[in-house]
């Protein structure tokens, strides 16, 4: 499985910005996908992720981030409104095997990783 992160980019806060994952191999639709996010000088946290028809949010995402998944394209993507300078880090995409009913949130419990993208905001 690969993974291609994109979209991410410099953006006032406030402002919107929306990634996308594209996956290739086998990525069955009942697989996790999930977004993760390291700023320097933290750990790689959880942001989101979508299994089936669920999806889970990091607290400070929620309400802001939309996590969606488009099965016929093998396509994960991350719409993110009214960013903040804390949003600033680099955003990787995530894929393991699905579990009926359950959201890893450990980045340990995820599979395969892509490259990572950029996101900035500016305060």
């Known amino acids: 499985v690969q993974l291609q992160a994109s979209g991410g980019g410099l953006v006032q806060a406030g402002g919107s910005l929306r990634l996308s994952c594209a996956a290739s191999g086998s990525t069955p639709s009942s697989a996790v996908m999930g977004w993760f996010r390291h700023a320097p000088g933290k750990v790689r946290e959880f942001v989101a992720a979508v299994n089936g028809g669920s999806t889970d949010y990091a607290d400070s995402v929620k309400g802001r981030f939309t996590i969606s998944r488009d099965n016929a394209k093998n396509t994960v993507y991350l719409q993110m409104d009214s960013l903040k300078a804390e949003d600033t880090a680099v955003y990787y995409c995530?894929?393991?095997?699905?579990?009926?009913?359950?959201?890893?949130?450990?980045?340990?419990?995820?599979?395969?990783w892509g490259q990572g993208t950029q996101v900035t905001v500016s305060s």
């Open positions: 995530a894929t393991r095997r699905g579990v009926v009913g359950i959201i890893p949130r450990r980045p340990s419990s995820y599979d395969y």
